[in-house]
Every structure is written in structure tokens, then in C-alpha cells.
């Protein structure tokens, strides 16, 4: 049967990685510290050796060292927490075998990248020895979180873009109007058109600031439904008409085929804003 040593002073760790070892058909032998690893190096016969590096006393860096200094061919590797360049290239240094860290410690950096906003962030499943536990089960699950956020992400900076281009027309064109009526010369009806263009213009921006308003208390559940019977046929008739002034700008030719008096029975307001 293969000896794995294991060094870790977190008794818990130690016990867990132990007990998973000898689940999996390996003699496992745990040591809270260097000194004791010493001597179980000096009675037994040791395949592997797994080791933290943050310990008290004899850190693992120079446990690891001195483990070289006995033996250059036992395999070695580092399971800790510490998962920055330069203790990676120091263990590597020492000639250790493999250097791992922590899942519970991976998880927690993957999380602090997620609450800064990166929402790229993925966790290797660990599936030990060809299995699957628990730990590969909750990364499993954060991965998924993680993808689900990036495309809430995604969706949020759409819909402010969109947002802001449908604040920015009919701004633009209250300054437009308004512009007209003070640096040209301009008749009373042309005022009076100026002034029902932008009065039109400002009733269509206050229903889209509504609207949005509407659609966040919706998001949070704040608004309750209010449905009925109507003919969606006409509400989508009125919402391309809205846009007629801009495709007829644009020369844009508006085909459909909607079908007549279809009947639906929703919310119309909120139909309408999406």
C-alpha cells in the first residue's frame, strides 16, 4: 500500500485530507508539524509527501528543503492556502513536485474577483482520483453563478446604452426646436408647431422615464400586474408609428404583416414599454 505523509497544523485540514486519502485506497499518516513529520520519515517508508506551507516552527518552505537534504527522489508537493507567484517560485525553487492550493482558498479568491466585478472568473473542478465530492459539486455551482452574472452584467450594459440613446434623441431634438426659436426668424404657426413638437417631445421622454421606473419596481417585484383583454395588433401598429418620424428621416421602407385583431390578455402599459 502507497504511505502519504501529510503536514498541515490545521488539525482539521489535516483529518479531512487524510480520511479522503484513506477513502481512496492510500495509508495516510498525518503530522501537525515538521518535527513529527522527522520521525515518521524515520520509521516508515514514505511514498509522498503532502504538505502546507504556513505552519508554525518549521515552516514548509524550509521542511522542504531539509526533506531534499534527506531524500532528492520523494515526491513532494505543496497544499496550501498561499496562492501568489512568489511562493509558487520559491516552493519550485526547493524542487518540490507539484505546488496546489487549497479549494476552499480558491473558492474564497474567485469570490473577491466576483464582488470587484469580474465576473470572467472560472474554478477548475477538482475531480480527485477520477472522482467527484462536494467541493467539485459547490464549484460546479459557482461557476454556473459566475456565468450567470456575466450575462446580467451583459444585459445591464445594454440596457443602460439603450437607455441612453433613448434619452438622448428626444433631448436632442427639444434643443434642436428650441435652438430654431431663438436664432431664426420664425412665424407664429411655425412657433406654435416648434412648441407642440417639443411639448410632445418632453410627454414622450416622461413616459420613457416612467416607464423604465416601472420596469425596476417590476424587476424588484414592487408592481403588481394589471391585466386585460386587448388587441395587440393595435399596440403594435402605435409603436412602430411612434418611430415613423425616424424611419421616414432615414428613408427606411416599413413592411409588416401584422396580423388583424389578435387578441391578448396582459398588462398593455407594460407590454407596450417592452
Known amino acids: 500500500m502507497i504511505n502519504i505523509l501529510v503536514v498541515d497544523d490545521e488539525k482539521h485540514q489535516n483529518n479531512v485530507i487524510c480520511s479522503y486519502l484513506i477513502k481512496n485506497n492510500f495509508n495516510a499518516i498525518g503530522c501537525l508539524n515538521a518535527n513529527d513529520a522527522y520521525d515518521v520519515m524515520y520509521d516508515n517508508h514514505i511514498d509522498l509527501i503532502i504538505s502546507d506551507i504556513m505552519m508554525p516552527g518549521i515552516d514548509g518552505f524550509e521542511f522542504a528543503k531539509s526533506v531534499r ?15 501568489d507567484i512568489q511562493s509558487k517560485l520559491r516552493g519550485f525553487s526547493l524542487e518540490i513536485d507539484d505546488y496546489l492550493v487549497k479549494p476552499v482558498q480558491q473558492i474564497l479568491n474567485a469570490t473577491k474577483k466576483i464582488i470587484n466585478g469580474d465576473f470572467n472568473v472560472r474554478i477548475e473542478p477538482m475531480d480527485t482520483f477520477g472522482k467527484r465530492n462536494e467541493l467539485d459539486i459547490i464549484i460546479d455551482n459557482f461557476n454556473e453563478m459566475a456565468g450567470e452574472l456575466g450575462s446580467i452584467e451583459t444585459l445591464r450594459t445594454d440596457f443602460i446604452s439603450n437607455v441612453s440613446h433613448e434619452l438622448k434623441t428626444p433631448l436632442s431634438i427639444i434643443q434642436n426646436y428650441s435652438a430654431l426659436m431663438q436664432d431664426e426668424p420664425t412665424t407664429d404657426l411655425e412657433r406654435k408647431e416648434y412648441s407642440k413638437s417639443i411639448y410632445e417631445t418632453l410627454q414622450n421622454l416622461s413616459n420613457l422615464i416612467t416607464n423604465i421606473l416601472k420596469l425596476n419596481k417590476l424587476e424588484n417585484q414592487k408592481i403588481f400586474l394589471e391585466t386585460s383583454e386587448y388587441n395587440l395588433s393595435e399596440q403594435l401598429i402605435e409603436c412602430l408609428l411612434c418611430f415613423e418620424s425616424i424611419w421616414e428621416e432615414k428613408n427606411i421602407n416599413i413592411d409588416v404583416d401584422i396580423e388583424e385583431n389578435l387578441m391578448l390578455n396582459a398588462d398593455k402599459e407594460l407590454t407596450s414599454i417592452i
Open 69 to 83: 537534504d534527506i531524500d532528492k527522489n520523494i515526491p513532494l508537493l505543496f497544499l496550501t492556502a498561499k496562492d
